[in-house]
């Protein structure tokens, strides 16, 4: 049986008829093969680099200094420790009117750093940016600093140049070429500047209110590797007990799964856009493999009459299968290899450079997808052949489907919702999809079924034989017709979304935020150097640049509910009653937010706290109008009662808070000053020398910060239109397979046709307007759901107002009826070639 097999499928190889289902394959295993790839060489490096993703066996990280009583029991216990406080501040470089800053992420490190995990330092700026360099045990000397490479571009400096940090200065000796604690995060914007710790308070950079990361550092030698989950269970039990907030303990288990959460949402994302490609490729090879079965019904008949059984005949066809399958899978697999190199070529700095080799697993899913799907969707046409009956030789009847055979078709969804289930890893995102691409599936289906029907009240419109030919032809075959829209509506949504669409949304989300929106954040402005800088800003022509108090402050109870790590389900509100607030005070509401509930506070001397909260964040931590807020603002306790909710103007770019309180129940808090304005291209050094009389201030550029987020997000976007070429593609062999399966059909019409006086440029005019007609539905169709989606994201997602381009449906209708008009060239270029006498007699 395994000859004859081999034979029919050599046969079948030469006739051309399992080629196209070749393809198909391909592309569908090419497409999540490549996205397999790339995952896998991803979490391959993050797998072997965990241990060094804290620099330690565990860390205690703090809003404030880590407890001394802490500190002291682990040293007791024989652990080793080391320190790290790390916050933004500006680096700045030169002297007077020559001086350049720069926004840094400060990290100043004790001696022992990392306790797990080696620094590598460099003083070749190339193999920095490879990071490629020395391991090292030490850490910056007193008076020195270690840094980025691409700080010293920025600010114009060298190595054995001086860069200030607030009231001293530095020599920079050493770039820093890989940091094992700094995660494996994809951005990070903020170049590193690296300090001893014991250089740190001779800056003045941290104050009250200052943001800042404290991190005690602890492992254990191998005699007492046992400390380290005793200490944990130690230091926990003193948070959990006494209540403590803003203090998180990481360990390889703990602090790994937020890497892991952020790798594995990546995954998910970037394999249902795969997925998408798949889900079309197995429409084309359930397509494929049904013509397969009608053009093999005669060769099965005569194979019943020289003695086959039903059981040889479909063990002979599902070998056939199998073989097919294992070649295009393993094909696959090589363009999936080949596609996941582009992807981190395309995704350019934003993944690491030294990734490991790629592992096995991949291909092996991708051979494994490959079968699933030619087995799920090809299977029911086999198991038709197999009922075949032995008078077609000469009757050329054909049964109908057994029972068993559409059965088939339900193991077919089975196993599309198999692979959605395997690719997302979430049985709810997997059925989602599923319904959303069946109903997307369903709605096209409808709109083309409606199209087709429209279309026979317009057969007498044009007097010309080629349109009526034309419509006709779409009127006999609605059921091809209509899986050939929904097929390249689908690949062109997908593209219209990723292009044009996109484009409207970048348009749409510069358009949000005005002209002269604050483009220069300046914060950490101390109460005596608010009028002096006021009167600076002023002086250089600054119209708008209001100046406004921030508090630091940690919410730990409401309505007199003391908040613990219990008190909230959701992540994000956990993460912020967890961490301290940026409250503010002032008089007056500002001009771009809006109360939508409530009164703005009276702030009468001796009056009640007030607070006005933000919608959002009430929303997200359940609090309404009435509820009691006690806040703990270094040290001291402020009780505030929620008076009022604002709706914020997010897009403004203006200086915005979540909690705002009655000036007279803050009068007594520290407070540093923020302010926001925004700065003419000519007056670009006023920062630098900002900086220069105040260096406690941090001045952020908005604007560059904003145009480095744009370039990422264009990187990510360029490789996820990289996928959609392969959505794009299924698409395309989609409208090959409705195509190719009605050639028969088409041959015999165009040779009687034909017979009856047709001519073949008659002919060929009608194939062309039918695909036209055809094509342009479906552009149509897919500009209507990229516009509807590109509307959804925009009103629920960037929030901001949504104007549709009327160029999407041009665009979409011109690329439908352009992308129709060639696979139908390629499907059906031979149809016409047939002599009409050979077709007549084949009939």
Not at 175 to 185: N, Q, T, V
Not at 204 to 230: C, H
Not at 738 to 749: F, K, N, V
């Amino acid at each position: 049986m395994l000859r004859l097999s081999l034979n029919m499928t050599g046969r079948d190889w030469r006739a051309g008829q399992l080629r196209f289902l070749l393809i198909a394959l391909i592309v569908a295993v090419a497409a999540l093969s490549a996205v397999g790839f790339f995952v896998d060489r991803l979490r391959s490096g993050l797998n072997r680099d965990a241990h060094q993703l804290l620099g330690a066996d565990l860390v205690i990280s703090a809003d404030q200094p880590v407890n001394p009583a802490w500190r002291a029991e682990a040293q007791r216990r024989g652990l080793l420790l080391a320190d790290t406080v790390t916050f933004p501040s500006m680096a700045q470089a030169g002297e007077g009117e020559q001086s350049l800053s720069q926004l840094a992420s400060i990290k100043a490190v004790s001696p022992g750093y990392p306790l797990r995990g080696k620094l590598k330092i460099t003083t070749n700026i190339t193999e920095a940016s490879d990071a490629v360099g020395k391991p090292t045990d030490q850490v910056p000397a007193p008076g020195t600093l270690w840094v980025d490479a691409a700080i010293l571009s920025t600010l114009n400096a060298k190595l054995g140049d001086t860069l200030k940090l607030g009231d001293k200065a530095f020599t920079v000796t050493q770039l820093i070429a890989s940091e094992p604690d700094r995660g494996a995060s994809f951005l990070n914007f903020a170049p590193r500047v690296m300090l001893p710790l014991s250089d740190l308070p001779a800056t003045a950079l941290v104050q009250d209110g200052s943001r800042v990361s404290y991190r005690l550092l602890l492992s254990a030698p191998p005699a007492r590797a046992g400390e380290i989950a005793s200490f944990q269970g130690w230091v926990e039990q003193q948070i959990s007990t006494q209540n403590i907030k803003g203090v998180r303990v990481e360990s390889l288990e703990s602090g790994s799964p937020q890497m892991q959460s952020t790798l594995e949402r990546a995954d998910r994302f970037l394999s249902l856009v795969g997925l998408l490609s798949a889900m079309l490729a197995a429409v084309a090879v359930a397509m494929a493999a049904r013509r397969f079965m009608l053009r093999h019904l005669d060769a099965c008949a005569m194979l019943r009459c020289l003695g086959l059984t039903q059981n040889q005949v479909t063990a002979m066809y599902v070998l056939e299968f199998l073989i097919v399958g294992l070649v295009g899978s393993v094909i696959g697999v090589v363009v999936g290899f080949g596609g996941h190199l582009v992807l981190l070529e395309l995704l350019g700095k934003l993944v690491q450079g030294d990734l490991p080799p790629v592992s096995i697993l991949p291909a092996l899913q991708g051979v494994a997808t490959g079968m699933l799907l030619l087995l799920g969707f090809a299977l029911p046409p086999i198991l038709q052949l197999r009922n075949v009956p032995h008078n077609r030789v000469i009757r050329r009847e054909q049964a109908s489907p057994q029972p068993l055979a559409l059965a088939t078709y339900g193991m077919g969804i089975a196993v599309f919702v198999l692979l959605l289930l395997w690719q997302a890893g979430d049985l709810k995102l997997a059925l989602l999809t599923a319904v959303g691409f069946l109903g997307g599936f369903a709605v096209f289906g409808l709109a083309g079924w409606l199209g087709i029907r429209s279309l026979r009240s317009l057969r007498g419109l044009v007097n010309h034989q080629g349109w009526r030919f034309a419509v006709t032809s779409l009127q006999r075959r609605p059921g091809a017709t209509v899986i050939q829209v929904v097929s390249l509506a689908l690949g062109l949504m997908a593209l219209l979304l990723l292009t044009v669409v996109r484009g409207d949304l970048m348009h749409a989300w510069r358009d949000a935020t005005p002209p002269d929106a604050p483009n220069r954040f300046i914060i950490n402005i101390l109460p005596e150097q608010k009028e002096p800088l006021a009167a600076r800003l002023a002086k250089v022509g600054v119209a708008e640049a209001p100046l406004y108090p921030m508090i630091r402050g940690r919410l730990v109870a409401v309505n007199d509910k003391t908040i613990t790590e219990d008190t909230y389900q959701d992540d994000r509100a956990k993460r912020l009653a967890d961490r301290e607030f940026n409250l503010s005070t002032m008089a007056q509401m500002q001009q771009e937010n809006q109360l939508v509930a409530g009164q703005w506070f009276a702030n009468s001397p001796g009056a009640p706290a007030e607070a006005s909260v933000e919608e959002g964040i009430a929303k997200t931590l359940g609090l309404k109008l009435g509820d009691s807020l006690r806040f703990d603002i270094a040290g001291e306790t402020v009780e505030a009662k929620v008076t009022s909710l604002r709706k914020l103007e997010w897009g403004s770019m203006r200086v915005n808070f979540f909690v705002i309180i009655n000036p007279d129940a803050m009068k007594d808090t520290p407070q540093t000053w923020i302010t926001a304005f925004h700065l003419p291209a000519a007056q670009a050094g006023l920062g630098n020398a900002l900086l220069r009389d105040y260096p406690n201030l941090t001045v952020v550029d908005v604007g560059g910060v904003l145009k480095q987020i744009q370039a990422v997000l264009d990187q990510v976007v360029t490789a996820v239109e990289f996928l959609f070429a392969f959505t794009l593609a299924s698409g395309l062999l989609v409208l090959y397979a409705a195509l190719m399966g009605s050639q028969d059909e088409r041959t015999r019409e165009a040779g009687l046709l034909r017979a009856l006086g047709a001519t073949r440029r008659q002919l060929a005019q009608a194939q062309l307007i039918e695909f036209s007609l055809v094509g342009a539905l479906a552009g149509l169709l897919a500009a209507s759901g990229a516009a509807a989606m590109g509307w959804a994201l925009a009103t629920y997602q960037f929030k901001f107002a949504w104007s549709f381009a009327p160029g999407v449906w041009v665009f979409g209708l011109l690329a439908g009826a352009l992308c129709a008009i060639a696979g139908g060239w390629l499907g059906l270029r031979n149809v016409l070639k047939h002599p009409p006498l050979q077709t007549l007699r084949e009939g």
